[in-house]
């Protein structure tokens, strides 16, 4: 069973930058995808990222080339640096496998895009 705390998010201007992190309690070297998701108020969660074991990484359009997903299987930590933030970034952020598993789920980390 692998627990998940997401950490890093907090308020920040249009334009800036957070370094999102996810932590888990076991081994995320057997998952072979892992991915980020968002859910904004009144949306629907959505994946942006995804990095599989060996470093390939794929983004949703909306994020592309503004967002960088990265894991360090050695620390069991998934992270998100996410560059030119905009006002619709704004969401609960939450790491889990690709495709999730409801279990995985953790209590996300808000993300707040505003001047």
């Known amino acids: 069973q692998v627990h998940l705390v997401e950490s890093g998010g907090g308020l920040v201007q249009p334009g800036g930058s957070l370094r999102l992190s996810c932590a888990a309690s076991?081994?995320?070297?057997?998952?072979?995808?892992m991915g980020w998701y968002r859910q904004a108020p009144g949306k629907q969660r959505e994946l942006v990222a995804t990095?599989?074991?060996?470093?390939?990484?794929n983004y949703a359009d909306s994020v592309q080339a503004r967002f960088t997903i990265s894991r360090d299987n050695a620390k069991n930590t998934v992270y998100l640096q996410m560059n030119s933030l905009k006002p619709e970034d704004t969401a609960v952020y939450y790491c889990?496998?690709?495709?999730?598993?409801?279990?995985?789920w953790g209590q996300g980390t808000q993300v707040t895009v505003s001047s």
């Open positions: 889990n496998s690709n495709p999730p598993v409801r279990s995985y």
């Open positions: 076991g081994s995320i070297s057997r998952i072979n995808a």
């Open positions: 990095v599989i074991n060996g470093g390939s990484t």
